[in-house]
Nanobody, 115 residues
Framework: QVQLVESGGGSVQPGGSLRLSCAASGSISSMSLLAWYRQAPGKQRELVALIGSDDSTKYADSVKGRFTVSRDNAKSTMSLQMNSLKPEDTAVYYC?????????WGQGTQVLVSS
């Protein structure tokens, strides 16, 4: 069983940056996919970015060029560097890990982008 804990959320002004981290209680090296999702108030949860075991990445069009996802298997962590933040990036951000048999979710961390 793997537990995921997000950190790094907070309040920032438009144009600012935040770095989210996801720490896993167990090894993530066997996880085929790691991903960040977000859910804004009144909206469905959406994929923000994912990173494969080969470090290949994919981003939602809305965050391309602004967000960067990375993973460190040795430390069992994943990060999301968010730059040029916009008010529409406001949401609860969730860490997600996927193995061949299971899907794991963190509890989420709030990001608020407001002037």
């Amino acid at each position: 069983q793997v537990q995921l804990v997000e950190s790094g959320g907070g309040s920032v002004q438009p144009g600012g940056s935040l770095r989210l981290s996801c720490a896993a209680s167990g090894s993530i090296s066997s996880m085929s996919l790691l991903a960040w999702y977000r859910q804004a108030p009144g909206k469905q949860r959406e994929l923000v970015a994912l990173i494969g075991s080969d470090d290949s990445t994919k981003y939602a069009d809305s965050v391309k060029g602004r967000f960067t996802v990375s993973r460190d298997n040795a430390k069992s962590t994943m990060s999301l560097q968010m730059n040029s933040l916009k008010p529409e990036d406001t949401a609860v951000y969730y860490c997600n890990a996927r193995s061949a048999l299971k899907v794991y979710w963190g509890q989420g961390t709030q990001v608020l982008v407001s002037s």
